[in-house]
Nanobody, 124 residues
């Protein structure tokens, strides 16, 4: 398994931006598709974005499309989530996850490894 550590969360006003980072260690990072998920208070964890091993393919939830961008730097073993035009409903704990399967998936149960999460709070 790969170990994952998220960072970059915080408090931001509506309309603002944040960039989350997820640093990986333990296994060859480029062998994993990577995903970002989030869980708001009282809600189920949901898919946000995913990226293929080399970054050629990206996938987004409809709720963040056009506002969030997922990217990765395999030389730095890091995946990023650039979040712009943030809304109060984006408030959640954000988790990164790694999946060793061949195809990118948006299903959280397919992911093998998870970080501890980072809190993002968007004030109105």
């Amino acid at each position: 398994q790969v170990q994952l550590v998220e960072s970059g969360g915080g408090l931001v006003q509506a309309g603002g931006s944040l960039r989350l980072s997820c640093a990986a260690s333990g296994r060859t990072f480029s062998l994993y598709n990577m995903g970002w998920f989030r869980q708001a208070p009282g809600k189920e964890r949901e898919f946000v974005a995913a990226i293929s091993r080399r970054g050629a393919r990206t996938y987004y939830a409809d709720s963040v499309k056009g506002r969030f961008t997922i990217s990765r730097d395999n030389a730095k073993n890091t995946v990023y989530l650039q979040m712009s035009s943030l809304k109060p409903e984006d408030t959640a704990i954000y988790y990164c996850a790694a999946d060793s399967a061949l195809k990118v998936t948006t299903t959280q149960y397919d992911y093998d490894s998870w970080g501890q999460g980072t809190q993002v709070t968007v004030s109105s």
